[in-house]
């Protein structure tokens, strides 16, 4: 009896833990691919990329330089991102970006959850919406900045209106 019950016992342990184990690094690689993430890859090291003249400018200083030391600094500027450039085109490759989203993936969703996926992302409305992220997501950008330069100026407004009473205020503690 004590030997049905352990294999009872086992059998759970292993069909649960069978059920919680990750999916398999194929079912997620199909996700990525449907999700059309290496494009999504290609267009942050796009982005990075289109950085890095401006952080340098930044670095330098660049504002505050005259013609000559302008032209100088671009010079340095583009040795700059001569070096820079492989090192994040390494980095950022889209063979490593994706071992190391398929080894997140594996650790968040289970293999149910990725056959979901799949099937969503595989679906007219899955490829709909994989195709029109890239807008929505310019297109709220876009607003969300305006909402912020907006919320920014009356922000700016009520700082300056309460450093002013906080002056009139030590003014006043003077007398």
């Excluded at 086992?10 to 990750?22: D, E, N």
């Excluded at 340095?76 to 085109?89: D, G």
């Excluded at 997501?137 to 920014?152: E, F, I, P, V």
């Amino acid at each position: 009896m004590r030997l049905y019950l352990f294999a009872i016992v086992l059998s759970l342990c292993c069909s649960q833990s069978a059920q919680a184990a990750g999916p398999t690094p194929e079912s997620v690689e199909r996700l990525l691919e449907l999700t059309d993430s290496q494009k999504t890859v290609a267009a942050l090291q796009q982005q990075v990329s289109g950085m890095m003249k401006p952080m340098f400018d930044q670095m330098i200083g660049a504002r505050e330089l005259n013609a000559e030391q302008r032209q100088r600094a671009e010079a340095f500027a583009a040795a700059y991102q001569a070096k820079a450039m492989p090192l994040l085109l390494e980095e950022m490759s889209w063979e490593r970006m994706k071992a190391l989203s398929v080894q997140i993936y594996s650790q968040t969703f289970t293999q149910e959850e990725i056959d979901g996926l799949i099937a969503f992302y595989g679906s007219p409305a899955g490829r709909a919406f994989v195709v029109k992220l890239p807008l929505v997501l310019q297109q709220s950008m876009a607003s969300t900045q305006q909402r912020m330069g907006q919320m920014m100026q009356r922000m700016q407004a009520i700082a300056e209106a309460t450093a002013a009473e906080f002056k009139a205020e030590q003014q006043a503690a003077k007398r």
